[in-house]
């Protein structure tokens, strides 16, 4: 089988089940259940008042930011390609007690599933990672907001993703620029999250995107570029040199050069 998309489908619909156990706590399952969270804090910072938007979180995993996008008042659908995500996602929302649509599919099936058009659509943290082209990712966008409609988004900045920690230092070991055609190939026994659990489909394929190449798909797709911000902190450990911020989030440690670690941004459908 050598479809990217199949292979990265197989993998999350395998992570999405451990994920779903919560053992290490890194998804906060039993707050998201209760009600008790919310967004990260770069994302609360800057969405705005999203109460009675209709709002696309494209990619949403196991739902847990549609919840929260719920929490503040939006009416939210969720799509995702990976069934057991999906399923997941439903169950937590019943278990919260909140009413929210969850499609499966692939990105590129977002303006058949879910045509909207919708107010908003939100998508952060590992997204576009698992996307061969943008400009598909870019074009469904704009064609499932409504006029007046913003992109939220925010995602680990290229100029991280280009980087792995040798020895306790950080040295560049991908180009910044992965080709459609020959994606970056992992294999990860375990997920993320720090759960002990070996998946049997450990492959990934996956693509790093520069910040040139995003800019050009959401203005060749029609959207204007209304905010854009690069952080120096990433919302998980991306890298075992990082130590913890006070407000949840992940930094590089005290004299290490800065860098932006992530980045967000606001596009508009004018
Ligand atoms: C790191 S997770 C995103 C997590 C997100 N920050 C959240 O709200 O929890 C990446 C998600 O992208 C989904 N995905 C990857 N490729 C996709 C595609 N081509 N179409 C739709 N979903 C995809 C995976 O199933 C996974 O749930």
């Given at each position: ?37 919310g ?35 939006a ?28 499609v ?124 854009f911000?690069?952080h ?29 670690l ?9």
């Amino acid at each position: 089988m050598n479809d990217p998309i199949e292979i990265n489908r197989r993998n999350w619909d395998e992570r999405a089940i451990i994920h779903a156990r919560d053992a290490t706590g890194f998804y906060r399952l039993d707050r998201v259940r209760s009600n008790q969270d919310g967004l990260d804090s770069i994302e609360a910072a800057e969405l705005g008042d999203i109460s009675q938007n209709n709002v696309l979180h494209l990619q949403c995993h196991i739902g847990t930011d549609t919840l929260r996008l719920v929490r503040l008042g939006a009416i939210a659908t969720g799509l995702d390609f990976s069934a057991e995500a999906i399923r997941i996602a439903r169950r937590l929302a019943e278990d919260a007690g909140l009413k929210v649509d969850f499609v499966q599919g692939r990105v590129d099936e977002a303006p058949r599933l879910a045509p909207g058009p919708f107010d908003l659509v939100y998508s952060t943290w590992g997204t576009i990672c698992w996307l061969p082209d943008l400009t598909v990712w870019a074009r469904v966008i704009a064609a499932v907001l409504a006029p007046g409609g913003d992109l939220y988004f925010a995602d680990a900045h290229p100029s991280f993703l280009v980087m792995e920690a040798r020895d306790g230092k950080l040295e560049p070991v991908f180009d910044f620029q992965t080709p459609v055609n020959r994606p970056l190939e992992f294999v990860s026994e375990t997920t993320y999250t720090g759960d002990p659990t070996v998946m049997t489909h450990q492959s990934t394929r996956e693509w790093i995107h520069p910040l040139s190449a995003i800019m050009e798909a959401l203005i060749g797709a029609g959207l204007t570029i209304k905010m854009f911000h690069e952080h120096e902190v990433l919302p998980w450990q991306g890298l075992p040199i990082m130590i913890p911020t006070a407000d949840g989030l992940w930094r590089l440690p005290d004299g290490h050069p800065r860098f932006p670690l992530s980045f967000s941004l606001r596009a508009r459908r004018e």
